[in-house]
Nanobody, 121 residues
Framework: QVQLVESGGGSVQAGGSLRLSCVAS????????QGWYRQAPGKEREFVSI???????SYADSVKGRFTISRDNAKNTLYLQMNSLKPEDTATYYC???????????????WGRGTLVTISS
């Protein structure tokens, strides 16, 4: 059974940084596509970043240059380093994973419960 558990959320002021972690069990982060998504209050969930099984990454325009996705295969953990945070980054952030390797061509199959990030101005 695949489980994804996020941590690292919190409250910081604008301009600050946070690093989100997503520990996977029953799943090999090195072999498949994973990503981060977020949902702000009153809004639909949106794409933030993905990393494919080749290690290639992609980012939403709104976070490009500020966020970095990475993974530690030994720890079976996915990360999202978030710098220069803005109030509009406030959201619940979800870790997601696919059953498929290669490029991230399919919808995610597994989801964590989310971690809340609050950025104050």
């Amino acid at each position: 059974q695949v489980q994804l558990v996020e941590s690292g959320g919190g409250s910081v002021q604008a301009g600050g940084s946070l690093r989100l972690s997503c520990v996977a069990s029953g799943y090999n982060v090195n072999a498949y596509c994973q990503g981060w998504y977020r949902q702000a209050p009153g809004k639909e969930r949106e794409f933030v970043s993905i990393i494919d099984s080749y290690g290639d990454t992609s980012y939403a325009d709104s976070v490009k240059g500020r966020f970095t996705i990475s993974r530690d295969n030994a720890k079976n953990t996915l990360y999202l380093q978030m710098n220069s945070l803005k109030p509009e980054d406030t959201a619940t952030y979800y870790c997601a994973a696919s059953r498929y390797g290669g490029r991230c061509q399919y919808a995610m199959d597994y989801w964590g419960r989310g971690t809340l990030v609050t950025i104050s101005s």
